[in-house]
Nanobody
Framework: VQLQASGGGLVQAGGSLRLSCAAS????????MGWFRQAPGKEREFVAG???????SYADSVKGRFTISRGSAKNSVYLQMNGLKPEDTAVYYC??????????WGQGTLVTVSS
């Protein structure tokens, strides 16, 4: 599975961005798909995830502001980020996981939120 993340950029505080993750090589419809982020000097952390059945989960820091969703073809996943804050600045990584096939990471896309 190859994951290609895109959509990062520079935005002012309070603004919005939509990240996209396109999967290729294998269907990820049965995978748990997630977004993680890593800020400078910090460890990578979970942001949001969506199960194969559509159940979503979020880190407390982004609840009510971010929304994760799957594309209609189930081989893509999106992260709609609203109300961005400077502390959301990080490299965002797409992740796909299924027991057995494994754990896959995209290359990351940089989100910078200016105050």
């Amino acid at each position: 599975v190859q994951l290609q993340a895109s959509g990062g950029g520079l935005v002012q505080a309070g603004g919005s961005l939509r990240l996209s993750c396109a999967a290729s090589g294998r269907s990820v419809s049965s995978y748990f798909m997630g977004w993680f982020r890593q800020a400078p000097g910090k460890e990578r952390e979970f942001v949001a995830g969506v199960s194969s059945s559509g159940t979503t989960s979020y880190a407390d820091s982004v609840k009510g502001r971010f929304t994760i969703s799957r594309g209609s073809a189930k081989n893509s996943v999106y992260l709609q980020m609203n109300g961005l804050k400077p502390e959301d600045t990080a490299v965002y990584y797409c992740n796909g996981y299924q027991p057995g096939p494994g754990n896959y990471w995209g290359q990351g896309t940089l989100v910078t939120v200016s105050s």
